[in-house]
């Protein structure tokens, strides 16, 4: 529900339009990767590594290719030297020479049919040498640790990543003087926390079809959250001109970071290649969880001090991260963690360093939250100690300290709009009064805030009008289900003055759209919407011309008028939109195209005020803010922990579509509490030991509260129409919450995550135990 | 491989003759030799929900059912329901609530809701929770499924 | 290559098995076929139960209750029959899995797989269930004592089905199924069956060792004695010293030893307050 009635919506902005394709999801007529089919199409299947370290010595694939129906078979040595990452360029198109983790694709066959593919692959023979395996960063940064990439240090890497033996990179910030701040603090807490790997779970495997032409170029389509990292990925790890790849994207079954950087394009595409026929390869569902990537787990050192007013003064955060077998996205999440460590607080002095450590295991990257919800976890649950020790409401605690408009945040990103107090009072006045424990189930509230950035990098936007005066939009972001087509709908309608069922939108393709770094860091509205914005306001400026000239009047006394009108202002006369474009199209000036683009270049480091080595995100982003209020039963028989209720409250600044940033706050809470209570990914030795929906679980709809959504909007200056991000605002402080939530009922900190009945039931023995 | 066998069935009302693989699933049979793609499969193991279909009048998993122990079955896909009064309330409902994210499980969510509103259309929103729970959704946090299904029940009810 | 055959009576069906040993038999397939999905077995056939006459629903004569091996998870729940102490095996039935999938699965099915963690299995062991079993030699009945011997190992010989089990007259007593699960529909971590009738109680344990926990002789020792606390206590942790429970990602071996003690003590409690 939205808060803030007091700003009117126009006539497409504000309103909660249902999304543009709803109609082919509700009637199944939506195509998801694996819904698509070409003429000749082979299936692919995947040999996984059984090995998490070994040297690759030979392969014969001479049985696997005489195998019924197999076409091709694509190993190592059919792809060149080409490597890809978003950060730090560590990976081949699938193992070359090394193999880094059990299940990691050593060889993939193409065949006339699935099965037929699924037979043949385990007829391919590999001769490894296996090696000692590294299975945790301390064991990778143990002297003598057996090195998984022997030419890190050569490998092209996009920043200082201070890369060495299996340390993958490593961030160092600072401001103040933390280590002289301690002698002031009447209070200092110091706990280390510990999380485990969070699986993606998007309803939808992964996926991919590629198919080459008669001139060699490819076409590639695949479930992914960008088409052009797609391209830029294949391309670089399969040594191909950009312009030889051409990137689509079908209907995406939901992406949470998973689909974001490479999963399995880059083989799909070699075996199309290789075979000359078109190729689809989708992964199983255990697959998807052994091979594509998982949320990071964190071992956490954090220190926080306060005076006897419980006033912030300093703080100090370690962190040691589990990288996995290549960086992929990992020293964004390592760097953007460290810079989200100290929470949407004032506190003058803090200092945060982390590690990144190669490890056999598949690659950690880019979770909703990168690295947020852990720090969160942590650092929230401090601000709850101390305002325990000091007998101050946590709500009063956070008050005292909350980082204000104009304010920098840490290291230096300065804060234009802030509604942080508006969530927090917000959620307090929703929540009412907590009701009563019972013998066995006890209850307990907790809160937590948060801020996430909504930015990064490059976009673009062309709004074209039509002939008949509609128009289309292209933005090259993939809508992964969220409803970012609709919303970037709404937000060229509304500047164009025109109803949203006046603008269409295509799908986003390569050689067509815009460039559009990809739809992650909760940005597409952000910076894509103002990409649009721009391109639509481009759009009226061309439309005023053209009016200008064909009304004989000043471009000054113009406006438009809703639902498609160029009018001369205080008069009854005006134009339509048709009537401009035909002129356009056909008699002068040429077709109405308007276009805009931007990268978000405002500095993450102030040098004046902060130290900052190994940062990732020289330019990052501008901020919402959260907070969380939830109320959990705890049973005392067992320690199992619920979600009773929740009450979520986020500042996106303008809410384009309300409806979508209730849900986005809904599922963000939702698989904020089956990170915070039970999802984990087991490693058995160095085989993942619950690569399945039986032994992997998530939250049902039995299990999930009630979420009371609530918007706040305090207007974005540089946002579209003032909007700013909801994608991850709404996940990372809900384990943090449902942590300080459970210490109402058992005494101590949470200090890992997930928080288990096994977790929960030793805490409440021992208080049994200490009564 | 190429053990197939003449599997006779009755889709969405239509009876013919498959030519499929003997081990095929009513999920394959369906997405790959009929072309009927509203069942998705998230996991193949039963549990997530997504190819859900109705066996006899029954919501049962297409992912589960041997296609070959469907002969003399009944079978009806969301593509078998294009004018089904009961089932185009609640896919307006789930178009208008928000319900409807990446919509991969949203096919699987229809079929089991739209039995539970037949069988009770007056189920409190903790009974559609209970009901719901083997359609797993990782976007929508299930707080809007559940509103589209009580407003489309409530429409049956009036 | 798993084709299914569909035999109209029990004798085609058991002959089947006989005579193509790679044959499973299938019945609601919400287990068998998801591990073939998962390529965990392969069968060269797979031996449809469905359309074998007797094998579905409950039915009552004088020696009691019998449930057909294809009777339905969904229909046990909810079956008007199971009352009093065996209640708890209706119960049992509407915890399994989910709705979609308690339309599918059978309790000849679930008995037949015998996974430690399944819902059935406590509450039989509760119930004193017996179990019948058809092979080529005919029908053989046996307790689900002696049915159950280890970890996945049951007294079925190849080629046999669990076509029924037997369950005593319900009494007029109480009876509850606790399962602890990590989200709803998930195998047990733990579970306990408690049945009480005048001053007996008899507790089973689920999901902590290679087949339920159940023991005589502490409920011999109990009885008379549950409003007892002291008493609880040592029946409870009895039952705690008898279990062999595995890690797994559901827990570990030390927390379902202590959910034990805890979880009979709470299923004990309640069963009496409910009195």
């Known amino acids: 529900m939205s808060n803030d009635m007091n700003i009117p919506d126009g006539i497409a902005v504000g309103l909660s339009t249902p999304k543009l394709e709803n109609r082919e999801k509700v009637t199944g007529r939506a195509e998801y990767i694996d819904d698509l089919s070409r003429p000749g199409m082979l299936y692919a299947a995947i040999l996984g590594s059984p090995y998490p370290h070994a040297r690759i010595l030979s392969y014969d694939v001479s049985a696997a290719l005489a195998a019924p129906g197999v076409v091709g078979v694509v190993t190592g040595k059919d792809v060149p030297d080409g490597r890809m990452g978003a950060f730090i360029k560590d990976e081949h198109a699938l193992a070359k020479d090394k193999v880094r983790y059990v299940g990691e694709p050593v060889a993939a066959i193409a065949a006339e049919t699935l099965a037929e593919a699924r037979a043949a692959v385990n007829l391919i023979e590999v001769e ?222 803090q200092r945060a360093t982390g590690k990144l450590v190669y490890t056999n295991k598949l690659r950690f990257g880019a979770y909703r939250g990168f690295g947020n919800p852990q720090v969160t976890f942590a650092g929230e649950q401090q601000i709850d100690e101390i305002a325990r020790r000091l007998g101050i409401q946590p709500i009063e605690m956070r008050r005292r300290n909350l980082l204000k408009q104009g304010d920098g945040w840490f290291v230096g990103p300065k804060i234009a709009s802030n509604g942080l107090e508006r969530c927090l009072d917000a959620v307090a006045a929703a929540s009412g009064k907590p009701k009563a424990s019972q013998d066995r ?91 649009v914005a721009g391109a639509a306001r481009e759009v009226v400026n061309q439309l005023f011309q053209h009016a200008a000239e064909m009304l004989e009047v000043p471009i ?136 399945s929906l039986l032994d992997y679980k998530i939250p049902t709809s039995a299990d999930s509260p009630h979420i009371h959504s609530i918007i706040i909007e305090d207007p974005e200056p540089t946002g579209p129409f003032g909007a700013k991000g909801a994608g991850e605002i709404s996940l990372n402080a809900i384990p943090a919450a449902i942590a300080n939530a459970v210490n109402t009922v058992c005494p101590g900190l949470s200090h890992a995550l997930p928080l288990t009945g096994e977790r929960v039931l030793e805490r409440i023995e021992e208080s049994d135990n200490a009564a | ?62 992912c589960l059912t041997m296609a070959g122990a469907c002969e003399d079955h009944e079978v009806k896909t969301l593509e078998g329901y294009i004018q089904d009064p009961l089932m185009n309330s609640l896919q307006e409902a789930m178009i208008a609530s928000g319900g409807v994210q990446c919509g991969f499980c949203t096919s699987g969510v229809l079929i089991t809701a739209r039995n539970l509103i037949e069988e009770k259309p007056d189920a409190a929103a903790e009974e559609m929770r209970t009901a719901l729970s083997g359609n797993l959704c990782r976007c929508t946090g299930y707080v809007r499924i559940v509103e589209a299904i009580a407003k489309a029940a409530k429409e049956v009810v009036v | ?133 058809y092979g080529a030699d005919g029908p053989r009945r046996i307790s689900i004592e002696h049915y159950l011997i280890d970890w996945y190992e049951t007294a079925l010989e190849p080629g046999e089905i669990v076509t029924a089990i037997h369950l005593p007259h319900p009494k007029e007593a109480r009876s509850n199924y606790h399962k602890l699960a990590r989200t709803p529909g998930d195998y047990a971590t733990a579970s306990v069956a408690c049945a009480m009738d005048g001053k007996r109680v008899r507790v089973a344990v689920g999901a902590c060792g290679p087949k339920p926990i159940r023991s005589a002789e502490a409920e011999a020792a109990l009885e008379g004695q549950i409003a007892d606390p002291a008493a609880i206590r040592i029946f409870a942790d009895s039952l705690a010293a008898l279990a062999d429970p595995m890690d797994d990602v559901r827990g570990s071996s030390d927390y379902r030893l202590r959910l034990i003690p805890r979880m009979v003590t709470a299923a004990i409690n309640e069963i009496r307050g409910a009195h």
């Open chain 1, 128 to 349: 490894y040498e296996e090696l000692p395996a590294v299975l945790s960063p301390e064991e990778g940064l143990a002297k003598d640790a057996p090195i998984l990439h022997e030419e890190l240090e050569s490998y092209i890497k996009v920043f200082d990543a201070g890369s060495t033996g299996n340390l993958c990179s490593r961030t160092e910030l600072s401001e103040g003087d933390v280590d002289k701040a301690w002698a002031d603090c009447a209070i200092v807490v110091e706990d280390e926390f510990v999380t485990e790997p969070q699986a993606h779970v998007s309803i939808e495997p992964c996926g991919a079809l590629a198919e080459i032409d008669a001139q060699g170029r490819v076409t590639l389509w695949s479930a992914n959250q960008s088409v052009f990292r797609v391209q830029a990925n294949v391309c670089e790890s399969l040594a191909l001109p950009m312009s030889r790849l051409r990137s689509l994207t079908p209907r995406v079954g939901a992406g949470f970071g998973n689909k974001m950087e490479p999963h399995i394009q880059p083989l799909t595409v070699a075996l199309a290649i290789k075979t000359g026929r078109p190729v689809k390869c989708i992964l199983t569902r255990e697959e998807d969880f052994e091979i594509v990537r998982a949320r990071h787990p964190f071992k956490i050192r954090m220190k926080t001090g306060a005076d006897a007013n419980g006033k912030l003064i300093a703080r100090e955060c370690e962190v040691l991260l589990d990288c996995g077998a290549f960086a992929d996205d990992s020293p964004g999440v390592l760097g953007y963690a460290l810079l989200m460590s100290g929470g949407p607080y004032r506190i003058p002095n």
């Open chain 1, 556 to 691: 000054e006394d113009l406006e438009l008028r809703e639902g498609g009108r160029v009018a001369l202002r205080g008069s009854n006369e005006d134009l339509p939109f048709a009537a401009i474009s035909g002129r356009a199209h056909w008699a002068k000036g040429g077709p109405i195209v308007g276009s805009h683009t931007l990268v978000f270049d405002e500095p993450t480091h102030d040098p004046k005020r902060a130290i900052a080595l190994g940062l990732p995100f020289p330019q990052i982003g501008v901020f919402s803010f959260g907070a969380t209020l939830v109320d959990v039963e705890v049973d005392q028989v067992t320690g199992q922990t619920r979600v009773a209720e929740a009450w979520s409250a986020i500042d996106v600044g303008r809410a384009i579509n309300p409806r979508l940033v209730d849900v986005q706050t809904e599922g963000g809470f939702v698989q904020g509490m089956g990170f915070a209570l039970y999802e984990a990914m087991v490693w058995d030795g160095a085989r993942l030991a619950n690569p």
């Open chain 3, 1 to 133: 290559m798993s084709f299914v055959v569909v035999p109209t009576n029990i004798e085609d069906a058991v002959r089947f098995l006989a005579d193509n040993p790679e044959a499973r038999p299938l019945s609601g397939g919400a287990s068998l076929v998801a591990m073939k999905n998962a390529g965990l077995i392969e069968a060269s056939h797979f031996v449809s139960l469905a359309r074998i006459e007797g094998l579905n629903g409950i039915s009552v004569d004088e020696g009691g209750l019998r449930i057909g091996g294809m009777t339905r998870h969904r229909d046990i729940a909810a079956s008007a029959h199971l009352t009093g102490d065996l209640a708890m095996i209706a119960q049992a039935a509407g915890q399994i899995a989910n709705r979609v999938v308690r339309n599918m699965g059978t309790i000849g099915g679930a008995v037949g797989n015998a996974d430690p963690a399944a819902d059935y299995l406590p509450v039989l062991t509760c119930a004193d269930a017996d179990v019948e079993i």
């Open chain 2, 1 to 62: 491989m190429s053990d197939k066998q003449v599997i006779s069935l009755s889709i969405n009302g239509v009876t013919g003759e498959v030519f499929a693989p003997s081990d095929s699933t009513l999920l394959d049979v369906l997405r790959d030799d009929l072309g009927l793609h509203a069942a998705k499969r998230g996991c193949n193991q039963g549990v997530c929900g997504a190819c859900t279909v109705m066996i006899d009048g029954v919501p049962m998993r297409s």
């Open chain 1, 441 to 531: 189930i006890k209850r307990g509230r907790g809160l937590a805030i948060t801020a996430h950035i909504s930015g990064l990098l490059g976009t673009g936007a062309i709004v074209r009008m039509l002939e008949d005066g509609t128009i289309s939009l292209n933005t090259g972001a993939t809508d992964i289900g969220q409803g970012s087509d609709t919303v970037l709908a709404q937000i060229c309608a509304e500047t164009l003055k025109v109803p949203v069922d006046m603008v269409s939108v295509a799908s986003p393709d390569t050689d067509g759209s815009p460039y559009n770094w990809g739809t992650t860091a909760s940005r597409v509205t952000y910076t894509t919407g103002r990409a």
